[in-house]
């Protein structure tokens, strides 16, 4: 996996993706009104900011031969704290820090780590924006009995995926 200090979205010196997950923040967790640019696609109501440990917890829910969509995580966010949506931007933004955290802890030796590699697209497709790309999430999902294919588009899917969706 490469060094999270060369990738793009780099951290302070003294900090870890770890330390980044399991900071707190005052916004976190906090429900605001939705901004105006994001009523069309997601309504209008309440969005919430989401914690980073919670957007964490929800993708250690992807057991082996499971699969969850950034969808059902944010929506499953929404759900919890009574809201229309969960914030895109945020749960995206944490979805890469449990990755990143994930791969620090299986350098610390860890053997359980947050299976981020099993959270996809909605339409099926990799996160290039994981620790090792497409590539290294194509090979983990091939050790666990996925098939990944490749779109007319060039981005790679995992074949039938609606049937191994997790539930939430």
């Known amino acids: 996996m490469p060094d999270p200090k060369s990738a793009k979205w780099s951290l302070a010196k003294d900090k ?3 330390g980044k997950l399991e900071a707190t923040h005052p916004n ?10 994001w009523r069309k696609s997601l309504g209008a109501g309440r969005m919430l900011i989401p914690k980073p440990l919670d957007v964490d ?24 704290a009574k ?4 914030c895109p931007m945020t749960t995206g933004i944490f979805m890469r820090m449990a990755a990143e955290a994930a791969e620090e802890d299986r350098r610390a030796g860890k053997k359980r780590i947050t299976p981020y590699w099993r959270t996809i697209r909605d ?17 983990q999902l091939r050790e666990e009995g996925f098939v990944i294919t490749t779109a007319a588009s060039g981005r790679m899917k995992v074949k039938d995926f609606e049937k191994r969706l997790a539930t939430l």
């Open 57 to 80: 917890a929800l993708m250690r829910k992807a057991r082996k031969g499971r699969l969850l969509t950034v969808s059902q995580i944010r929506d499953e966010l929404a759900r919890m």
């Open 123 to 139: 339409d099926g497709g990799l996160n290039e924006k994981f620790p090792g790309g497409v590539e290294a999430q194509a090979k």
């Open 28 to 37: 976190h967790g906090k429900t605001v009104p939705m901004p105006a640019r």
């Open 16 to 18: 870890t993706w770890r």
């Open 83 to 86: 809201v229309k949506a969960s």
